[in-house]
């Protein structure tokens, strides 16, 4: 019978201590004392508490239900509960918890006690109901809020405080709030959160203070990750003159089935300011008055991804900043709120989606790098600036008739198969070119190897097919232009130039078939087979001692798409020109616009159109045509036919040129071309005989500002070149003055 009995004893220990959860060893406090008073605790034997032999030495489970003061130093590595009236004070010793250790406050009111908090430790607090703990401005490890039965928002009144890990926040009661800190009138609170701020439930927000001229800063290091309930960045108006600036470095924030809101909207916001990626994804949120203010610091990557931000509050990329999308509708779908949205021109915009994207109407019309990188493609929605790098990563930029200038400091980057590209629209750069040695203007693709200036030189890129013949080339082409024609003692030199090609442009033709084509207009039917080395390996056809430039593409060299006349000449008479040129046969042929070019020393003017020359329609016989060009002066000249069907199409000859020697009749002073300008011009006047010129250029309010010349010049034709480049942007007049005449005229600087 008496080992039965012992059996019962012991079972009814075991299930006594599971019940009630204590371990052999744990303590809990007796009476209020000092920590290393052993009278102070007692202790769990097993099956009942009994006085406790020595104080308890950190490691163990310890339950406080009376005043304990410390009086010695206590490293607690193991677990402290404080309920019902338990209070643990600070008297004459100090408290540290270590790696591991857990201070749980389950009680209401009451007072965490003044401790080092280690790496690795926990403050929890599930007891709160209407009254929160003193002492809550402590630089907590890991801190956890539970509280279900709160009835009152509470704030931790943190200032110049570390979280070094995570805050968790479970429960904050039905309707109450919990915040970060309160700070009074005309003062500031400083928080670092080096963890993760994770809430599951309750209200959570930085202040509810309406104090004002109030200053909250918070950095939070870790990730933001609230699910239900209510996040937000203030929910106090702080009187309207304070600020809250919640500084977010960690990888991601995410709102998930939560209502957002602001009670400060001039002036609390969420700034993105990590120095890597960083996520935002919002799923299910309700936007409340204020909604969710955000702003990207200068360096930092936001990636929204298929994130919508609504609600009414600012949303502001700065300088420098980049902001990453994944929607299908681009910025307009990422950035929806009604609030005042900025996006810097200097900033950097990324598209990364998965399916289909478009740019968005609210893209600025100048970024600094764009970034596609959407295996399915993105389509611009307006003509773009690009200052920086567009780096075409993965998929394709289609252009959809609008225009990318690349300017003088853009720089356009492709990966094989990923290009920007569309049968309408066109992609530009310029840069000035001094003996230039492989340079490749904005990387658009064609690299300039000469001993020569050639000067201001444009790039443009376009990715139709020439057509000539009914045969295509691929789908690129370039056109090398001078806005300002380089000097002619500057191109005496030939230029090598080497044109790349993407091997997704090849329009079924066999790569090693390509051949360069080059036309004066670019328009079908004008082009003529150039030749070039092709470079397999490296996608490009180099072709040396270029020295006339205009429209290059590439062609099947067993399928050409050039056009030529039978004949075409140019014969000078005094101050005319008589051009003839002979047909052998016509087919459709309404007849022939002549145009006009003149070639200066300096330069050269623009394609004018001088005549037309009715076409024989139809015809298998020879026909002979001429036109006499009269009244010129003197100078060189160029020449070419533009023939055009009755059906629209047109094709253009070779050029002649022809030089006129005759000298004005009399002093004349031409408008500059161009006109408007930027930054140079070319003023062109006549001299009849030798004579002291002076030609200089004076602003709106009659300031000399540059003198081009003032000499004596002989008798003829003479163009000026004017640099206006250090000068700001206005109309100016420039004044010529001879022995016995003066002209002016004006002119117009757009920078």
Not at 16 to 45: C, F
């Amino acid at each position: 019978m008496k080992p039965l009995i012992t059996f019962l004893i012991f079972l009814f220990a075991f299930f006594n201590s599971v019940l009630i959860g204590q371990s052999v060893g744990d303590y809990r406090s007796l009476i209020s004392g000092n920590w290393s008073t052993a009278a102070t605790w007692e202790t769990w034997n097993g099956s009942s508490w009994v006085p406790a032999g020595n104080p308890p030495n950190g490691s163990e489970n310890i339950t406080v239900d009376d005043t304990v003061g410390v009086d010695v130093a206590v490293n607690i590595s193991g677990y402290i509960t404080v309920n019902g009236i338990g209070l643990i004070q600070i008297v004459t010793g100090s408290l540290t918890f270590a790696n591991g250790s857990t201070y749980e406050h389950s009680r209401n009111s009451g007072g965490i006690p003044v401790s080092t908090w280690s790496a690795g430790s926990t403050c929890k607090i599930i007891g709160i109901t209407n009254q929160a703990p003193a002492n809550r401005n402590q630089s907590f490890y890991n801190l956890i809020w539970d509280c279900p039965n709160q009835s009152g928002n509470f704030n931790m009144g943190f200032n110049n405080v570390t979280i070094g890990g995570d805050i968790s926040i479970i429960n904050t009661g039905a309707s109450s709030r919990w915040y970060l800190c309160g700070p009074v009138a005309d003062s500031t609170a400083t928080v670092t959160i080096m963890g993760d701020l994770i809430q599951s439930a309750g209200q959570v927000a930085s202040n509810g203070t309406g104090n004002g001229n109030t200053t909250i800063i918070i950095h939070q290091h870790g990730d933001i990750i609230a699910s239900n309930g209510n996040f937000s960045i203030s929910r106090g108006s702080q009187g309207g003159t304070g600020t809250t600036g919640w500084y977010l470095y960690g990888a991601n924030f995410s709102l998930t089935n939560v209502t957002t809101q602001n009670s400060n909207t001039a002036g609390a916001k969420f700034i993105f300011a990590g120095t890597a990626q960083q996520n935002l994804n919002l799923t299910n949120v309700t936007y409340g008055g204020g909604g969710f203010p955000v702003e990207v610091a200068s360096d930092a990557i936001l990636n929204a991804g298929l994130s919508e931000i609504a609600g009414n509050a600012i949303f502001t990329l700065n300088d420098g900043g980049t902001l990453q999308t994944a929607n299908v509708a681009g910025l307009d779908s990422t950035i929806k709120t009604t609030g005042t949205v900025t996006l810097s021109t200097s900033a950097n915009y990324s598209f990364n989606g998965t399916s289909p994207q478009v740019t968005g109407s609210i893209l600025p019309s100048t970024v600094n790098d764009m970034t596609i990188d959407n295996s399915s493609g993105v389509t611009l929605n307006d003509d773009l600036h690009v200052t920086g790098n567009l780096n075409i990563v993965d998929g394709d930029l289609h252009l959809d008739g609008y225009f990318i200038d690349l300017g003088m400091t853009g720089t356009l980057s492709e990966t094989a198969g990923n290009t920007v590209t569309d049968l309408t629209g066109s992609i530009l750069a310029w840069g000035e070119l001094n003996s230039p040695n492989g340079v490749d203007l904005g990387g658009l693709g064609v690299m300039f190897t000469s001993t020569d200036n050639l000067g201001i030189t444009l790039v443009q890129r376009i990715h139709s097919p020439a057509i000539g013949n009914g045969n295509q080339g691929i789908l690129r082409q370039f056109l090398i232009d001078f806005p300002v024609p380089p000097k002619q003692e500057d191109i005496l030199l030939a230029t090598t130039l080497r044109f790349y090609y993407d091997e997704s442009e090849l329009n079924g033709i066999p790569e090693n078939n390509l051949t360069l084509f080059q036309s004066p207009f670019g328009a079908n039917n004008t082009w003529q087979q150039m030749g070039g080395t092709i470079n397999v390996a490296n996608n490009y056809l180099e072709i040396s001692n270029v020295v006339d430039f205009l429209y290059w593409t590439f062609g099947n060299i067993n399928a050409p798409i050039p056009v030529e006349l039978t004949s075409f000449t140019a014969t000078a008479n005094e101050s005319s020109v008589l051009i003839n040129w002979t047909t052998a046969t016509e087919t459709n042929n309404q007849g022939w616009n002549i145009e006009r070019k003149q070639i200066d020393e300096h330069g050269q003017t623009s394609w004018q159109r001088i005549g037309f020359v009715e076409g024989s329609g139809t015809s298998t016989t020879t026909k002979n045509y001429s036109f006499n060009d009269d009244k010129l002066s003197s100078g060189k000249y160029h020449y070419r036919l533009q023939q055009i069907d009755y059906d629209g199409s047109m094709t253009y000859s070779d050029i002649v040129e022809i030089e006129i020697n005759f000298l004005p009749g009399k002093f004349a002073l031409y408008q500059n071309y161009p006109n408007p300008f930027n930054p140079s011009t070319l003023i062109k006047f006549d001299v009849p005989s030798a004579s002291f010129i002076n030609l200089s250029i004076y602003n709106a309010i009659g300031e000399k500002v540059a003198t081009l010349v003032n000499e004596q010049k002989e008798a003829g034709i003479h163009l000026v070149d004017f640099n206006a480049a250090n000068l700001p942007s206005g109309i100016y007049i420039y004044r010529l003055t001879s022995d016995q005449n003066v002209f002016t005229n004006k002119m117009m600087l757009i920078k």
